[in-house]
């Protein structure tokens, strides 16, 4: 018996050996040549796939975040609505408006203040309402105008202060002058559009 494995093993009298080994090496460039063309691209598409996962749960997490926000503000925007509905806060007509400004400069008087100037700027409108700009000029301490500032804050919830300058001579510093630039929110004209 070991003779025979001997003559099976023997490559001098093994005959067919080129022909067999061209097969082997054939064999082995075939799954050489598999492996770079089906495996080498399928790991690349693999790592690809997984980058592109990475970025998917990413981009979904900041989609999360944003429709929480979303949602949040329309929470927000809900509730001014409501406030914004329930306010005792109504526009008066801008043909008032030397009422408003004589109420402005009594209000400017009975805080200490000396009113020199007042004038009205043009007046422009949108749908909801009409913007009336008031200047106001004179003299007064710093403390005093403060104290203007939040009585038409608390009177005139309708009237915004654009600019506020104060300037004051280091001669006469208890006695500063004032411009005060406000602007009246009115109500909007019967026709509804702008001016």
Known sequence: MRNVLMKRLDLKSWKGWPTDLTGAAA?????LAAVFVGFVPL??????????????KAQRQRSSAIERSVIATKGQ????????TQSELRLEPAERVN???ARVTELAAGSGLKVHDVQLGASFSTER??????SLAGA??????????????????DTAVK???LSARPTTP??????????????????????
């Open 77 to 84: 925007l809900a509730e001014m609505q409501k406030a914004l």
């Open 174 to 195: 208890a006695e500063a002058t004032f411009r005060f630039e406000l602007l009246w929110y009115a109500a909007p004209p019967a026709g509804g559009g702008r001016k």
């Open 43 to 56: 790991h690349g598409r693999h790592a690809s796939l997984a980058e592109r996962q990475e970025r998917l």
């Open 163 to 165: 600019t506020f300058e």
């Open 99 to 101: 009422h408003r400004v």
């Open 27 to 31: 064999c082995a460039a075939l799954t």
């Open 129 to 134: 309402y009409t913007a009336v700009p008031i």
């Open 140 to 157: 007064g301490t710093y403390r005093k105008c403060l104290g203007f500032l939040r009585a038409l804050n608390q009177s005139f919830p």
